[in-house]
T-cell receptor, first 114, second 111 residues
């Protein structure tokens, strides 16, 4: 069992839909992350939030919009996605963003774009 | 961040120790070695990390060579549930919290 909870587990949406992915942790962590994982590939970082502020955006297209409403919650808002955006979206958290503090991952949302 | 090199795949007999190697010859003094694994259809699971000294926890042991250019993750008694992709990652201050995953080693534990 993971202490980072992601919902929904699966999501199918059309290219014109708007949907949101949700991530929650109650470990008191102040750094939260979004990663994207295509099939048979390793995860790739998308965004980093530190103390509820966006600190890293890895040149992600604007159709992905992250939000951190409080220290326990991280959202990823999706709009006008393309079929190539189909992937597993992973959320992670760590105590802070320091290199000696492990990131803990949720089990992801598997997203399919029709 | 230092790049890591891992074998693409390995097999291990159930009940035996699994020794997974990782080369990180360009590692710098303030960079940590991390190991994660990813079981099919799950998120990556943190296993262990270290800087210079060998480390052990309830899951595994991490052996880092004295020159820090390579390391070995040891699963002391592998079970079928340890079948997964294992990622060795080097992480430093310069990367502001990033984990940069390589291709990893697919470990197959066989009965």
């Amino acid at each position: 069992d993971t202490e980072v909870t992601q919902t929904p587990k699966h999501l199918v949406m059309g290219m014109t839909n708007k949907k949101s992915l949700k991530c929650e942790q109650h470990m008191g962590h102040r750094a939260m992350y979004w990663y994207k994982q295509k099939a048979k590939k390793p995860p790739e970082l998308m965004f980093v939030y530190s103390y509820e502020k966006l600190s890293i955006n890895e040149s992600v297209p604007s159709r992905f919009s992250p939000e951190c409403p409080n220290s326990s919650l991280l959202n990823l808002h999706l709009h006008a996605l393309q079929p190539e955006d189909s992937a597993l979206y992973l959320c992670a958290s760590s105590r802070r963003g320091q290199p000696n503090q492990p990131q803990h991952f949720g089990d992801g949302t598997r997203l399919s774009i029709l | 961040d230092a790049k890591t090199t891992q074998p693409t795949s390995m097999d291990c007999a159930e009940g035996r120790a699994a020794n997974l190697p990782c080369n990180h010859s360009t590692i710098s003094g303030n960079e940590y070695v991390y190991w994660y694994r990813q079981i099919h259809s799950q998120g990556p699971q943190y296993i262990i990390h270290g800087l210079k000294n060998n480390e052990t926890n309830e899951m595994a042991s991490l052996i880092i060579t004295e020159d820090r250019k390579s390391s070995t993750l040891i699963l002391p008694h592998a079970t079928l549930r340890d079948t997964a992709v294992y990622y060795c990652i080097v992480r430093g201050i310069s990367n502001t919290g990033k984990l940069i995953f390589g291709q990893g080693t697919t470990l197959q534990v066989k009965p």
